[in-house]
């Protein structure tokens, strides 16, 4: 079956290092912009019965992303998934499409304050559902309201932050192949200037204490119970250490920057390097953050409400 028509031409043989943040990664075979829903539904079709692997991307911004020519298909969401929409009672829609940046500032432009911490996160509303992104003390299932989620199955469901299972830098999205489609978040009606001042501080923190000059896919690690991961690499005597065109940043050790060209073997043995060192000297098992792009075949259906009420 050939491929469907699409709104976004499709491109082959798409270069990635200039779709994520760490600027690493080989080719893939096909890459398709989808622009709505229905699009979204015939390529998923199409990729199931065409049994094609695929990923889905959001801004690429925790991701490591193998040097190889991959065979399959990358889809992004774009068109009306990055539309922004203000709904009544201080609420704002978000198409899953539509960066983290973008949402914090059109909260700030209507006065509504709440994702006010998602400023100085560079990733998508899809990529931070699925990770339950969060920074400055502050995570989206404190402001979401809802996600629509589309299933394997072609289902569109409305799920909660409790029914999505969001904890700290997780979500049910993780262990199926669901997509989240849109948001609904709740916000409050506040100070312009307040707004602002509060973005700008959190900005200015970050400028000081991580290499926000540097390509890095974020934390490399999530923080282990009651510690956090920066400290424990820096004690473990890595921060400013390079592994090939890479290195532990000397601003911050949970950093890993691209010094350019790093490859995917330079990223892995760094990872697992630090991973070795803290289980052996400190018995603490440090749990990667950013993950592996893998393209996978489309699943046999999977059961939602096995994990959650409709
Ligand atoms: C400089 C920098 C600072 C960062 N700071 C923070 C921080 O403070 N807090 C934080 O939490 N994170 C931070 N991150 C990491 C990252 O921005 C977040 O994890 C973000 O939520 C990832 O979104 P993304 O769109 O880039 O997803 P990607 O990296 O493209 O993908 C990550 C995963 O999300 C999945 N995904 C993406 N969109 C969807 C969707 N619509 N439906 C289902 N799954 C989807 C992908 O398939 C993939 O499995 C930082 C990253 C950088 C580079």
């Known amino acids: 079956m050939g491929l469907p028509p699409l709104l976004i031409p499709p491109k082959k043989n798409q270069p990635l290092a200039r779709k994520c943040s760490f600027g690493m990664g080989g080719t893939v075979e096909l890459f398709l912009t989808l622009s709505n829903t229905a699009e979204l539904k015939t390529i998923l079709a199409w990729l199931k019965a065409e049994g094609r692997p695929w990923f889905l991307l959001g ?14 298909v990358i889809l ?23 960066g983290d940046l973008a949402l914090a500032r059109k909260a700030r ?5 709440g994702v006010e911490f998602l400023g100085t996160i560079p ?24 996600a629509e989620i589309l299933t394997p199955e072609g289902e569109l469901l409305q799920l909660k932050p409790q029914e999505l299972q969001m904890g ?12 989240c489609l849109r948001a609904q978040v709740r916000l ?47 004690a473990l005597g ?32 760094a990872t697992k390097r630090i991973q070795a060192a803290a289980q052996q000297q400190m018995g603490v098992t440090l ?22 009420a409709k």
Request: glycine content about 10%.
């Open 76 to 98: 992004q969401l774009g068109g009306t998934f990055k539309e922004i929409t203000p709904k009544k009672a201080h609420r704002l829609s978000v198409g899953a499409g539509a």
């Open 123 to 146: 990733g998508s509303i899809g990529g931070a559902v699925y990770m339950n992104a969060g920074a400055h003390g502050h995570e989206l299932a404190e402001v979401l309201e809802w």
């Open 287 to 308: 749990i990667p953050e950013a993950e592996t792009l893998s393209l996978q075949p489309s699943l046999s259906p999977c059961n939602l409400s096995l994990f959650c």
């Open 59 to 72: 801004r690429g911004t925790n991701l490591i992303i193998p040097d190889r020519a991959l065979k399959g």
């Open 188 to 234: 409050s009606l506040s100070n312009p200037s307040k707004i602002a001042a509060q973005e700008k501080k959190w900005q200015q923190q970050r400028r000081i204490s991580q290499p926000t000059q540097a390509r890095t896919f974020g934390s490399l690690f999530k923080n282990p119970p009651e510690d956090h991961a920066g400290r424990i690499i820096e």
């Open 109 to 113: 432009s209507l006065a509504f304050s």
């Open 238 to 269: 890595f921060k400013g250490k390079q592994f090939g065109h890479c290195r532990i940043s000397p601003i911050h050790a949970n950093f890993l920057e691209n010094l350019g060209g790093a490859t995917f073997k330079e990223v892995w043995r």
């Open 168 to 179: 700290y830098r997780s979500s049910l999205l993780q262990s199926t192949r669901c997509i």
